[in-house]
């Protein structure tokens, strides 16, 4: 017999294997059965703390998009220059997410269902590193130290970068880059992003 | 309200923009004076808090109205 837990507890272990078997196989191929079983007890249990699958969904959806990363130290430590700041805001998103990499899953999931959780995925997550990333080129621009750069357009491409290290590293594991540590995958696509902005 | 001596409006900002500019404010700032600022990012209210516990500048005040947050800092 599952052993009793208090009632927070119970939602929080229901909505951890809700978590894990929605960002493996999506809402459609989940049912509340499963999610009982595999926690040891009946459908009912579940019941008692979620209504609906589709209230369990949601609020595995809410827990993962709306977690938010915290950039404090890497924009007050010094030096603070962009290239400094990027870097550091990059290494936190990425090792925050290969903690956790249902996120990846289940932001792919809800993009493809069409959910409306896909943009709070992007709110809470990504507009951190892109708005930097918009900021500071307009910024740098101004100041003449830029040329010829569409800030929205660089912000999409880092973004477009980092997802990728981030499917290839946490959800596809790809063996080519098996030897590398993520962060200096990081490092060096930053290195890459700056020279194809001829930030220097 | 608190009196200030500089203001800056970090309204549509998320975070990390309004510690970033706000640090930029503060640094022009003589000590004792105070910023104040007028943010719309939820997570601000923590961030701020993390901002003065870090940088030893002094949190006066943190209010919200209508989603609207507002700040008064006192540089150290």
């Given at each position: 017999m599952a052993k009793r837990l208090k009632a927070a507890e119970r939602k929080a272990s229901i909505l951890a294997v809700a978590k894990l078997l929605f960002a493996d196989k999506g809402f459609h191929g989940v049912a509340v059965d499963e999610i009982a079983k595999r926690l040891g007890v009946s459908p009912a249990v579940l019941y008692q703390h979620f209504p609906s699958k589709e209230a369990l969904y949601e609020a595995a959806l809410t827990e993962i998009s709306e977690k938010r990363e915290s950039y404090i130290e890497a924009v007050l430590t010094?030096?603070?220059?962009f290239a400094t700041v990027l870097k550091r805001m990059s290494r936190i998103y990425v090792e925050s997410v290969s903690r956790d990499p249902d996120y990846l899953r289940m932001e792919l999931m809800s993009a493809l269902e069409g959910s409306q959780a896909a943009t709070r995925f992007f709110d809470h997550r990504w507009r951190a590193l892109t708005d930097y990333i918009e900021y500071s080129l307009d910024e740098l621009k101004n100041e003449g130290r830029?040329?010829?750069?569409n800030p929205k357009m660089a912000s999409l491409m880092y973004q477009g970068m980092i997802r990728e290290v981030l499917y290839e590293t946490c959800?596809?594991?790809?063996?080519?880059?098996?030897?590398?540590?993520l962060h200096t995958i990081v490092d060096e696509l930053v290195q890459l992003f700056l020279k194809a902005i001829s930030y220097e | 309200m608190t009196d200030y001596n500089q203001e800056l409006d970090?309204?549509?900002?998320?975070c990390p923009l309004p510690i970033l500019r706000a640090k930029k404010s503060i640094s022009q700032l003589a000590s004792g004076e105070v910023l104040r600022i007028v943010a719309t990012d939820p997570g601000s209210v923590k961030d701020f808090e993390s901002f003065c516990s870090q940088t030893g500048?002094?949190?006066?005040d943190s209010t919200e109205a209508d989603g609207t947050f507002v700040f008064a800092i006192k540089k150290q």
């Open positions: 010094e030096p603070s220059d830029l040329s010829r750069i959800v596809l594991n790809d063996p080519r880059f098996h030897n590398m540590p | 970090a309204r549509g900002l998320n500048h002094e949190l006066l």
